[in-house]
Nanobody, 128 residues
Framework: QLQLVESGGGLVLPGGSLRLSCAASGFTLAYYAIGWFRQAPGKEREGVSCISSGGISTNYADSVKGRFTISRDNAKNTVYLQMNSLKPEDTGVFHC?????????????????????WGQGTQVTVSS
């Protein structure tokens, strides 16, 4: 089955940290740029971060710069999102998505458009 599976979410205190994982099964993640997207209740989906297929290029939403770090291990077919100094406004369901390199993966990721795969999401709740 071709899918992305997120894990690592949970309940954390403000100022705490979490590391999310996005694992691919049934296909090779190295052929895709990967993005993390956040969906909070009552708000539009927000692009959080993208990483190019080889891991050379990354970008971040202004709201998470300096606090979140995206990385990938293509040998493990997995992308990570390290989240530090978490704030209540970071609360939401975090999804990862795969954007094919052959269609301009990193550019598509930054646009949040034309993904091939979209994970079911993992809940992150930042609250005291």
């Amino acid at each position: 089955q071709l899918q992305l599976v997120e894990s690592g979410g949970g309940l954390v205190l403000p100022g705490g940290s979490l590391r999310l994982s996005c694992a691919a099964s049934g296909f090779t993640l190295a052929y895709y740029a990967i993005g993390w997207f956040r969906q909070a209740p009552g708000k539009e989906r927000e692009g959080v971060s993208c990483i190019s297929s080889g891991g050379i290029s990354t970008n971040y939403a202004d709201s998470v710069k300096g606090r979140f770090t995206i990385s990938r291990d293509n040998a493990k077919n997995t992308v990570y999102l390290q989240m530090n100094s978490l704030k209540p406004e970071d609360t939401g369901v975090f999804h990862c998505a795969a954007f094919p390199v052959q269609r301009g993966g990193f550019r598509l990721c930054k646009l949040g458009a034309q993904f091939d795969y979209w994970g079911q999401g993992t809940q992150v709740t930042v609250s005291s």
